[in-house]
């Protein structure tokens, strides 16, 4: 059973839009939250990310939201630019042991 | 320095091989871990070492055999594996201040790519 879900598994964008990607999450023990971006046959690379206590966490262009009620976060990447066309992945801790869960990613294209 | 080094970047072995995969990071962290990931899946957990002792195995088969020498290396001992196995193997590691990853990040390496024929 997943318990982080990216229900988009791809999403096209015009440069210069907002990007707005989506994560559920159903373990309410999670308390940290992590977006990575990960480009083909390379690792993971951490973009941003929130504490259970926040509902909001800027970094230039990237804006994460936290609705814990709804179990739901969101990155938004304004303005979109080619470069960030990748696989991202919402990735979840805290509870319990020492693993992060990731979700199965959303590949983004951004379109010049 | 906030990279975490693999070696090497890409591997092809045979069904009989022996082969090792190695892991470096020098930012004092105290935690370890070795993801295997498939191609449009998400990085699945195989092991973790906290303080250089290993503290999850998530039920891998005993053909991959980790091992942490120190503090700073991590190494993925590979033997007789299969067809299946073949991956991108990622390591990461994150400070490990405490027991649990409250609010620490994981930082990756770039992946050893790993073809078994």
């Known amino acids: 059973d997943q318990q982080v879900k990216q229900n988009s598994p791809s999403l096209s964008v015009q440069e210069g839009r907002i990007s707005i990607l989506n994560c559920d999450y159903t373990?309410?023990?999670?308390?940290?939250f992590l977006w990575y971006k990960k480009y083909p046959a390379e690792g993971p690379t951490f973009l941003i990310s929130?504490?259970?206590?926040?509902d909001k966490n800027e970094d230039g262009r990237f804006t994460v939201f936290l609705n814990k009620s709804a179990k739901h976060l969101s990155l938004h990447i304004v303005p979109s630019q080619p470069g960030d066309s990748a696989v991202y992945f919402c990735?979840?801790?805290?509870?319990?042991?020492?693993?992060?869960?990731f979700g199965p990613g959303t590949r983004l294209s951004v379109l010049p | 320095d906030t990279e975490v080094t693999q070696t090497p970047k890409h591997l092809v072995m045979g069904m009989t091989n022996k082969k090792s995969l190695k892991c470096e990071q020098h930012m004092g962290h105290r935690a370890m871990y070795w993801y295997k990931q498939k191609a449009k899946k998400p990085p699945e957990l195989m092991f973790v070492?906290?303080?250089?002792?290993?503290?999850i195995n998530e039920s891998v088969p005993s053909r991959f055999s980790p091992e942490c020498p120190n503090s700073s290396l991590l190494n993925l001992h590979l033997h007789a594996l299969q067809p299946e196995d073949s991956a991108l193997y990622l390591c990461?590691?994150?400070?490990?201040?405490?027991?649990?990853?409250?609010?620490?990040?994981?930082?990756f390496g770039s992946g050893t790519q790993l073809s078994v024929l």
């Open positions: 070492y906290s303080y250089e002792k290993l503290s």
């Open positions: 990735a979840a801790s805290g509870g319990y042991g020492q693993n992060f869960v």
């Open positions: 990461a590691s994150r400070a490990g201040q405490g027991a649990l990853p409250t609010n620490e990040k994981l930082f």
């Open positions: 929130i504490s259970s206590i926040k």
């Open positions: 373990n309410s023990m999670f308390d940290y």
